[in-house]
């Protein structure tokens, strides 16, 4: 019927026929979608009218304005313009219940209606995450849930993980006209997770420019793990040290306990402890021995040991000029590796007797290359002398069977490589 009366009209507006009868009068409406606390214009309009009267009635079939008439009592339904042609009224701070069919009637024999369908979105509300509330423990199974209630159509939730998207897994309850989503994420915290962001984002229509998010950082406690950095790695007699303690736990070890093998710090002036520091301001031979840091948080005690090996302060200038030689040191306690490989290879004075084997070493190779590149020469000339011609004749085969220089280079190539094979089947 619609589409007929829609032809009707263009065929009358086509023929410029002004129609002042009923027959020709309808009214012309349009659905919308509005947005939870927006406002709703519903629109009316009748192209050629007599003064028959316009009236917007609600889903309920409630009268909301008969002409300029207001008919409910509902501050937030408004006039914004009725004339012969148009009815528009306005419904502020649009709840989802204003959702549904709206009429409008002209009041000509029979009554004439349209519906206009007024489509309700529901905001969804700023996400919740849930399931942190006190810090986890490494190795600890948790759950965050993001929940965003109110949305309509139900809302889309995402997890992100220092920004970067992670999978959850997404449940749709409907609760009334709207929709609760909710989304989870199970995991297995470690201490690469301590200090991460977890973000909750919300996208939704009724969104149009941003979007809803809530960040939780998440805090694990985990057991120290203990690290000792020093200053110099090959001490000597009369240095300047720094042992430092590095322990990594959550909560922060603090303070650590600095022992020397297995027993107190001996009290001397040049020994300063100072919080995670040991400094040793001038070293001494007595200084040598084990010394162990240990930090502690309620999650467990680590430590972490540093085998103090005193090496001779230089007596006399040493020949190189750059860095002093280091010399290996003449206590027959048991060595640290790492401070004994850093010796050796520490070591450069070229007058020293280890040096010695490697010369008769390398006289021994320098003879063997010498003797291989002879042998070589010999059995090459040998050869060359015996095929020769067999070189020129491929060669010259394949330079005169090319068309062109390029090619000509190409087949001798190719004709080259044939020949190698040759010498190799022959030797
Ligand atoms: C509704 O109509 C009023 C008056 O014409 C206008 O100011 C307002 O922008 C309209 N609102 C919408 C949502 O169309
Ligand atoms: C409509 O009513 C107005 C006054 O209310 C009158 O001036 C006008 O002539 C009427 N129009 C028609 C087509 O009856
Ligand atoms: C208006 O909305 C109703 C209900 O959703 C639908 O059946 C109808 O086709 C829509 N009309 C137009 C013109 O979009
Ligand atoms: C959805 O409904 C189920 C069953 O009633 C309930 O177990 C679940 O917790 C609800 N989920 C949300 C997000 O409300
Ligand atoms: C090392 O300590 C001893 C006794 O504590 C002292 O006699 C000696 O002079 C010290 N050596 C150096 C190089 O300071
Ligand atoms: C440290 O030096 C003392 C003597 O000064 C010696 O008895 C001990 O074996 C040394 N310990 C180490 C680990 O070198």
């Not at 507006?13 to 409406?29: N, R, T, Y």
């Amino acid at each position: 019927m619609m589409v007929k009366q829609h032809m009707l009209f263009t065929l009358y507006s086509i023929c410029g026929i002004v129609l002042k009868g009923a027959q020709g009068q309808f009214p012309l409406v349009q659905n919308m979608t509005v947005t939870e606390g927006g406002i709703a214009n519903l629109t009316c309009r009748v192209e050629h009218n007599d003064n028959t009267s316009l009236q917007w009635s609600n889903p309920a079939q409630q009268t909301l304005f008969f002409g300029d008439k207001k008919a409910l009592r509902d501050n937030r339904i408004e006039l914004v313009r009725a004339t012969a042609q148009e009815l528009t009224i306005s419904i502020s701070e649009v709840t989802l219940g204003d959702e549904g069919l709206y009429t409008c009637s002209l009041f000509t024999m029979p009554v004439k209606t349209a519906k206009a369908f007024l489509t309700v979105l529901g905001v969804p509300k700023k996400p919740e995450i849930n399931g942190l509330t006190k810090p986890a423990k490494e190795g600890d199974h948790i759950t965050l849930t993001c929940v965003t209630s109110g949305s309509k159509p139900a809302a889309d939730v995402r997890w992100f993980r220092n920004e970067k998207e992670i999978k959850g897994a997404k449940e749709v309850n409907a609760s009334g006209k709207t929709f609760t989503v909710k989304s989870s994420l199970r995991l297995q915290v470690d201490r690469q997770d301590d200090g991460v962001a977890y973000t909750c984002r919300v996208d939704h229509v009724a969104l149009t420019t941003t979007h809803e998010d809530t960040t939780q950082v998440l805090e694990v406690h985990y057991a120290p793990i203990v690290n000792i950095k020093h200053s110099a790695t090959l001490p000597q007699e009369g240095q300047y040290l720094k042992l430092e303690c590095e322990p990594q736990g959550n909560p922060s070890p603090d303070p650590v306990l600095w022992t020397k093998d297995g027993g107190e710090l001996p009290d001397l002036d040049h020994m300063i402890v100072e919080g995670r520091e040991l400094t040793f301001t001038s070293l001494n031979k007595t200084d040598n021995g084990t010394y162990r840091c240990e930090a502690t948080n309620h999650l467990g005690t680590s430590h972490a040991e540093y085998k103090l090996v005193i090496y001779d302060a230089p007596t006399t200038p040493s020949p190189s000029t750059t860095s002093p030689a280091p010399t290996l040191p003449d206590t027959t306690g048991p060595l640290d590796s790492k401070n004994l490989n850093a010796a050796v290879t520490g070591n450069r004075d070229p007058n020293a007797q280890k040096n010695v084997p490697d010369h008769a070493l390398i006289g021994g190779v320098v003879a063997v290359v010498v003797f291989a590149t002879l042998c070589l020469i010999i059995v090459l000339g040998r050869y060359l002398a015996r095929h020769k011609g067999t070189y020129l004749t491929n060669e010259a085969k394949g330079a005169d069977d090319a068309p062109d220089a390029d090619t000509a280079i190409i087949n001798a190539d190719g004709n080259h490589a044939h020949a190698e094979e040759k010498k190799e089947y022959f030797i």
